[in-house]
T-cell receptor, first 111, second 115 residues
Framework: QKEVEQNSGPLSVPEGAIASLNCTYS??????FFWYRQYSGKSPELIMSIYSNGDKEDGRFTAQLNKASQYVSLLIRDSQPSDSATYLCAVDFRSLGRLYFGRGTQLTVWP | EPEVTQTPSHQVTQMGQEVILRCVPISNHLYFYWYRQILGQKVEFLVS????????KSEIFDDQFSVERPDGSNFTLKIRSTKLEDSAMYFCASPKRDNPTYEQYFGPGTRLTVT
């Protein structure tokens, strides 16, 4: 059974803080991992992809992958109220394009 | 970000009716995907389509669903006899490069309401 687990939250942080979002997945041999942001009533918007162990940085976002622990995280530095959304972790277990999504973590950044 | 478009944005239909949802993926791409999201639930994979054939389908994608490429650029998802539980957001997605290992970009979605 392929599972992607996320803390549903809600996670609430003040403006300017670091928000940390976590995700675990069930299959150790998984290769491709993605973070999406979804505003209420909108479609998922790609934030980052990560394929190798370690950190990947893009602006205020850093994705971290630890395949041995089957864990992927997203850090948002200098959080802004506009970052308030649901963050979805997605895993392509077999690198064939089929994405398995977690339930998402709702983030609120308060001014 | 490459653009994926979908029509209509909202479709209301009666139970038992057929609906057709349309998607225009990233230009010239042969891979595309359909997902759905029931309100308050996770995004779920329905089907992947490559070069005019289904490459994978989930257990959700039963006989009432079908996908087609009626012309060179448009793709459709047809639900033959809608049920109340088909009410959801339906998203199509296209990979960044025409290869299933790349990041997928989602269209804006079609909200299907079955009454």
């Amino acid at each position: 059974q392929k599972e992607v687990e996320q803390n549903s939250g809600p996670l609430s942080v003040p403006e300017g803080a670091i928000a940390s979002l976590n995700c675990t997945y069930s299959d150790r041999v998984s290769q491709s991992f993605f973070w999406y942001r979804q505003y209420s009533g909108k479609s998922p918007e790609l934030i980052m992809s990560i394929y190798s162990n370690g950190d990947k940085e893009d602006g205020r976002f850093t994705a971290q992958l630890n395949k041995a622990s089957q864990y992927v995280s997203l850090l948002i530095r200098d959080s802004q109220p506009s970052d308030s959304a649901t963050y979805l972790c997605a895993v392509d277990f077999r690198s064939l394009g089929r994405l398995y999504f977690g339930r998402g973590t709702q983030l609120t950044v308060w001014p | 970000e490459p653009e994926v478009t979908q029509t209509p944005s909202h479709q209301v239909t009666q139970m038992g009716q057929e609906v057709i949802l349309r998607c225009v993926p990233i230009s010239n791409h042969l891979y595309f995907y359909w997902y759905r999201q029931i309100l308050g639930q996770k995004v779920e994979f329905l089907v992947s389509f490559y070069n005019n054939e289904i490459s994978e389908k989930s257990e959700i994608f039963d006989d009432q669903f079908s996908v087609e490429r009626p012309d060179g650029s448009n793709f459709t998802l047809k639900i033959r006899s809608t049920k109340l539980e088909d009410s959801a957001m339906y998203f199509c997605a296209s990979p960044k490069r025409d290869n299933p290992t790349y990041e997928q970009y989602f269209g804006p979605g079609t909200r299907l309401t079955v009454t």
